[in-house]
């Protein structure tokens, strides 16, 4: 047993929940994160755009459970949706094991 833990700014999260359904995902859980960085360009402006105009930026996590062939197949998708981004801000996604559940 795997879980798959993804973080997309909120721009993509239409994106994410097709990736989800084509990959088969039936249920998977979510949460709003508001992200921050320190990173700025020479002349003192954020470098990620989603996060220029304001403090911060919005982002959405979810997680799901799932065998791992499943959860490979998905950061597979999640890793082709990243190589066609035209922009910054991929999605990150990490499959980590489930040592023990009840």
Request: aromatic share 16%; with cysteine.
């Amino acid at each position: 047993m795997k879980v798959v833990i993804i973080f997309c700014v909120s721009a993509f999260y239409n994106d994410l929940k097709k990736i989800y359904r084509n990959s088969g995902v039936e249920t998977y859980s979510e949460f709003d994160v508001k992200g921050f960085t320190r990173k700025y360009d020479k002349d003192g402006a954020a470098t990620n755009w989603f996060a220029s105009s304001k403090e911060y930026y919005d982002s959405i996590a979810t997680f799901t459970f799932l065998e791992e062939e499943k959860g490979s197949a998905l950061l597979n998708q999640i890793s082709k949706f990243n190589q066609e981004l035209e922009c910054c801000s991929p999605m990150h996604a990490y499959m980590l094991d489930v040592e023990k559940f009840i």
